[in-house]
């Protein structure tokens, strides 16, 4: 059980690098607006699905996995709101701090549906991150 949460927070950070990647090529058609909702919605979701399953599977270790997801939710909103500006910086990092303390709440409470639901979250917005961008 413990290596299929490794492969699916694996999968989370791959699935996020892929879609940060295509952003970075094309980051001279992201507008303020959809800058924006690339920012708070990554870090957003990030925050919730990798606290969640690290919440799921170290239950003792509550104040270690908040502040390791709040740091990865805020770096990648971030990075994210990097693309366009600093007022987008701001936000995606404030949506990351937010997602990031509200995840191992959720986690702890957790079942393997709720792991299941936050993985085709993440899968599924960050798709829509990309295909939202029209060349």
């Known amino acids: 059980m413990s290596l299929l949460i490794i492969l699916i927070t694996a999968s989370y950070f791959i699935v996020c690098f892929a879609s940060y990647s295509f952003l970075y090529k094309v ?18 979701v990030m925050g919730i699905a990798v ?3 690290l919440g799921f599977t170290f239950p003792g270790f509550y104040t270690e996995i908040t502040i390791i997801t709040t740091v990865i939710a805020m770096i990648i909103g971030a990075l994210f709101g990097a693309l366009v500006d600093y007022q987008t910086l701001l936000s995606g990092t404030s949506s990351g701090l ?12 957790a079942d393997l549906g709720l792991i299941t639901f936050s993985t085709v979250l993440v899968y599924f917005t960050f798709g829509l991150l990309c295909f939202s961008i029209r060349s």
């Not at 980051?27 to 959809?34: D, M, Q, W």
């Not at 990031?100 to 409470?109: D, E, Q």
């Open 51 to 53: 606290g969640t399953v």
């Open 98 to 109: 937010m997602a990031g303390i509200m995840g191992p709440m959720i986690g702890v409470v």
């Open 27 to 44: 980051r001279n058609l992201i507008g303020y607006h959809l800058g924006m909702n690339l920012a708070m919605s990554s870090s957003g």
